[in-house]
């Protein structure tokens, strides 16, 4: 093994390997990227591969959009068919409060010239007559959005990094980071030391622990989802959107020939990955609620992954004052996926150029939280 590099990325999710990824194309230097399991075994094989431009913040509308290039010319570009399928994203409302923060929202998205739908509770009756309507007051869509396989994607990451030079080393965890008078000098496996002058922090939903390593304290927490697949159910004839019914932070999708359903968020953090019979139970409530058809189906397999929340739900991103040369990829609440192609980009730009140029990412920084500069996201990972 090299004992010397230019960038270390701690790290082999979709983050990591998209920042290696577009480091790489600029020709940034010896890149070696360290993960501690398999490649994509985190939170990234663990996703449901949502995509969508519907969000409440300019920053990740602008995250959104700027991804949505790269999916829509994925096979183009790295050989690879994301297997990306436009189906919409559909939300519910079901409280004034909430048609409020909707309309808000449609009003910043069409700025962006995103073609969102505000629809009435009528429109949504018709449109999609499996669903129940009689408590929702309206709701929004949008064609655009849809879903992609975090496998596809990740592989076209992983073939264009090693393509173009990138080291890829598999179980091995880095366990130490050393700095001296305040800038990294090196990264510490079980066994070897490897210097390089930039260590990303590519850790998911361990960004709190490898933060620490460099004595930095990172507030991002891993909150577990779980997840369920229904047995084959025919459901409808006609296209079925990703379909969030806010109130109940609940969501639904195809999958292959059944569905997809979201089940709950645990509000306390923990690495646990086991799913639980109450958090199956809870699922199918919240399905045979909102499509009371879903009560002839049977749940079939199911699991659960790791969120990395952020006190804002927004990314951290960006270098550290405390810490010359760590660089932070972290907190994407449930959005790190879709947004994985703009931080790639954005984040090999502030290494080897010295600043983000596809998008200003200067409010992302991590003393924001310090400075009580949070950017809120209501449309959040706590609901979807
Ligand atoms: C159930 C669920 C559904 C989701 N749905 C969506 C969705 O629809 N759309 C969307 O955009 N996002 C979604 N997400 C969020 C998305 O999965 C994450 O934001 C994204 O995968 C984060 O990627 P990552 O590379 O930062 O993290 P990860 O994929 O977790 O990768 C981090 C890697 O770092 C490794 N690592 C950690 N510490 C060390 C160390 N010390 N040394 C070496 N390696 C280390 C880990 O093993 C891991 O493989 C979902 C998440 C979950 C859990």
């Known amino acids: 093994m090299d004992k010397t590099a230019d960038i270390v990325i701690i790290g082999g999710g979709i ?45 990740n509308i602008r995250f959104s959009l700027e991804s949505l290039k790269t999916f829509e010319q994925f096979e183009e570009e790295f050989g690879v068919n994301p297997e990306f399928k436009k189906i919409g994203y559909l939300f519910l409302a079901a409280t004034d409060q909430e048609i409020g923060v909707f309309k808000e929202n449609v009003a910043l998205q069409r700025k962006f010239n995103i073609p969102v739908e505000f629809l009435s509770p009528g429109e949504i009756r018709s449109r999609w007559p499996h669903l129940r ?119 639904f999708r195809q999958e292959g020939n059944g569905l997809l359903l979201s089940g709950p968020l645990d509000p306390k953090p923990s690495f646990n990955l086991n799913i639980d019979y109450e958090a199956m139970a809870e699922t199918s409530e919240n399905a045979m609620y909102r499509v009371p058809t879903l009560e002839k189906a049977r749940i079939a397999r199911g699991w659960a992954g790791l969120y990395e929340i952020s006190p804002d739900h927004h990314g951290v991103l960006g270098k550290v004052p405390e810490a010359e040369g760590l660089i932070l990829a972290n907190g994407f609440s449930g959005h790190g996926f879709q947004h994985s192609p703009a931080v790639g980009k954005v984040i090999s730009e502030l290494i080897a150029d010295g600043a983000a140029s ?27």
């Open 15 to 59: 983050i990591g390997l998209s920042i290696a990824y577009y480091l790489a194309v600029k020709k940034a230097g010896r890149i070696i990227i360290f993960e501690k399991g398999q490649l994509g075994e985190g939170s990234t094989s663990r996703c449901v591969g949502g995509i969508r431009t519907q969000f409440s913040t300019e920053m």
């Open 133 to 251: 309507t009689d408590d929702i007051l309206g709701g929004t869509f949008c064609s655009r959005d849809g879903y992609a396989g975090p496998n596809e994607i990740l592989s076209g990451f992983v073939n264009g990094a090693k393509r173009a030079g990138v080291k890829i080393y598999e179980g091995m965890e880095i366990v130490r980071i050393s700095l001296t008078k305040g800038k990294i000098q090196s990264v510490k496996t079980k066994d070897e030391e490897i210097f390089a002058p930039v260590v990303v922090n590519a850790g998911g939903p361990y960004a709190a622990s490898i933060g620490e390593m460099a004595g930095i304290k990172i507030p991002v927490k891993p909150l577990r989802r779980q997840i369920f697949v229904t047995a084959p159910f025919h459901l409808t004839d006609r296209p079925v959107p990703l379909t969030i019914d806010f109130h109940r932070g609940w969501y």
């Open 358 to 384: 596809t998008l200003d990412i200067s409010s992302l920084h991590i003393e924001r939280f310090g400075k009580g500069e949070l950017l809120e996201e209501p449309l959040t990972a706590f609901k979807e």
